[in-house]
């Protein structure tokens, strides 16, 4: 594990010192070692830095840029299975002069090609520069579990783990893209391939690029996506024998995750996920797991002392953090430099501290990232499936229609209701469309995209983003599973990954994620919905499953998530933050908001008036943002 950064530069104009800086800027993702290195090419200057965290190998061995014959490589990441590959390696002559994964995917490189991928299990970005051929590839796993930013101006390529090394290169630009800023207000992050830049993308999960530099043809290639296996045929299986792959590949997926030279914990909130995680590994374990949980003293927020009681029946060697509002307000300005693009998930503080909680005792943690969205865990499914089906086609769009000409604002006593306003727009548009994949779109908005324009400053068009792209789905695909490929393509990558990548990594602490192994998404999603929610449980098949390792009684409860109380803190011990940061004067410094807009939600909201506190937290997270990465420009 560790960040990696370089350019791709045709005029020649970067050397090793702005490399050094590009690289350095991610120390803290690779606190254990760093290496540099420049290449001349013909048309192009092309640098490698990578700064490292040593899990596997921990000697001089593993060190980066990696070279053999004519390729090197900075890699990013973990490859679970390298010793499989190593073995079919070497019974093809290859020799090895280390234990690191990376040599494994270097040689493996050399002997298949772009192929290799096909056989990684893992999590990880490489960037290899083929001397030969002229040509630098960069590849990021199925999933998107490892992050790749990438600028490019014609002349110059930077590529980086995150956006902050881009900052150190002279080249590079930060001109906001409003329309992305407007993506961000909808949802509280940016989904790919966009970024907060223009000419700034990011890499999208299952996909490598190459750049020649003989004639700078640019080119992005697929090799994974998964709508092709939601669009296969539903799998002919009974409950049973699916139910014994799923735990088959569980096992197989979290013993995997469990390979590393240093020692490994798991987050445990208590829900089924981390449940799921810590169970199965402790199963048949003598050594006791690490588990680590946060709690709040705040009702309603805390899941602690029901993790707390799943550790003891397990045995493992339970840590746990009762957070309070002083504790978020000593990470609160932390948050721009963990999170280096505008970022606003409701739970980033409490990821943080229990990153930082974990760090304390090992170098690896396991998370339970992804289980919510193979198998359905969100209420969101639901809802989409009710609000689409409970009333005739014909009769939705006609209340559509009367309902685009009142204003919600008058009407008696509803006017009064939680966030009622938006609520009422986004019901609007739901029966508009008609169709449950737009129901989730528009419920998974905290601000719709016409508020959006209502708070920003200049006019923006709407990009357009996977949640768009229901048509590359099939027609014979029920609506569930539709919802779940499409959740696995935004929220998941987009929000849950880079809210723990990010957290972890600022820390030095290696964050896993086992239920994101592709062999399990890929069986999963060619199974029935019933498996997924049957007789309105979620989860229905994670459940029983995990029901062979926990009693039931002790894991059925609410799903509570796994958010802090923002909500509680806004208006007591951080109230002065978001007067400050959402003030006129801050406003106009940014330059980017309607500032009466603005004002007028910060007060209703401070006030107690029923305004979704989650809009406030996303005008908050960028003017800290923007504070941190762009004031100095602006000024």
Known sequence: ????????????????????????????????????????????????????????????????????????????????????????????????????????????????????????????????????????????????VKPLYYFWNGNVLLFGSELKAFHQHPAFTKEIDINSLSLFLQYSYIPAPYTIYKKTCKLNPGHYFKLSLTNRFFSETKYWDVTDYYNKP?????????????ERLMISAYEYRMVADVPVGVFLSGGYDSSSVAAILQHNRTERLKTFTIGFEEAGFNEADEAKKIAAYLGTDHHE??????????????????????????????????????????????????????????????????????????MQGALSNIMYYINPDHIPYFNKKYNFATRYKKMQKIWADKTPLSAMKYISQYITEDEARGFIRPEHECYKTHFDNGSRLSGNLDSLNKMLAIDYKTFLVDNN???????????????????????????????????????????????????????????????????APLKVWFKDELKEKVQYYLGEAKLKETGMFQVESVKKLTEEYLAGKQVNYQKVWNLLVFQLWYERWNKTQAA
């Open 497 to 563: 990954l880079v809210k723990v990548d990010r957290a972890t990594m600022h820390v030095g602490l290696e964050g896993r994620e086992p239920m994101l192994d592709h062999r399990l998404i890929e069986f999963v999603a060619q199974l029935p919905a019933c498996m997924k929610i049957q007789q309105h449980t979620n989860k229905y098949l994670l459940k029983k499953i995990v029901h062979k390792y926990i009693p039931k009684e002790m894991m059925d409860r609410p799903k509570m998530p796994f958010i």
């Open 321 to 394: 953090w009762y957070i309070k509002a002083s504790d978020a307000a000593d990470v609160f300005h932390d948050l721009p430099e963990i999170y280096d693009e505008p970022f606003a998930d409701n739970s980033v503080v409490p990821t943080a501290l229990v990153s930082k909680l974990a760090r304390q005792h090992v170098k690896v943690s396991l998370s339970a990232d992804g289980g919510d969205e193979i198998f359905a865990g969100y209420n969101k499914f639901n809802q989409s499936i009710r609000y689409t089906s409970g009333m005739p086609s014909f």
């Open 1 to 144: 594990m560790c960040g990696i950064a370089g350019f791709c530069d045709f005029k020649k104009n970067t050397g090793t010192d702005v490399l050094q800086h590009m690289t350095d800027a991610l120390t803290h993702r690779g606190p254990n070692d760093a290496g540099y290195k420049v290449f001349e090419a013909s048309n192009a200057a092309v640098g490698l830095g990578q700064r490292r965290l040593s899990i596997l190998d921990l000697s001089s061995n593993g060190h980066q840029p990696m070279i053999y014959e004519h390729l090197s490589m900075v890699f990013n990441g973990e490859v679970y299975n390298f010793k499989e590959i190593r073995l079919e390696l070497e019974q093809k002559g290859y020799t090895f002069n280390s234990w690191s994964d990376t040599e494994v995917i270097l040689k493996g490189y050399h002997c298949w090609g772009d192929n290799v991928v096909h056989k990684l299990i893992g999590m990880f970005v490489y960037v290899i520069f083929d001397s030969k051929r002229q040509e630098l590839t960069i590849c990021r796993d199925r999933a998107g």
């Open 234 to 246: 539903r799998l002919q299986i009974n409950e049973a024998d699916a139910m014994a792959e799923v």
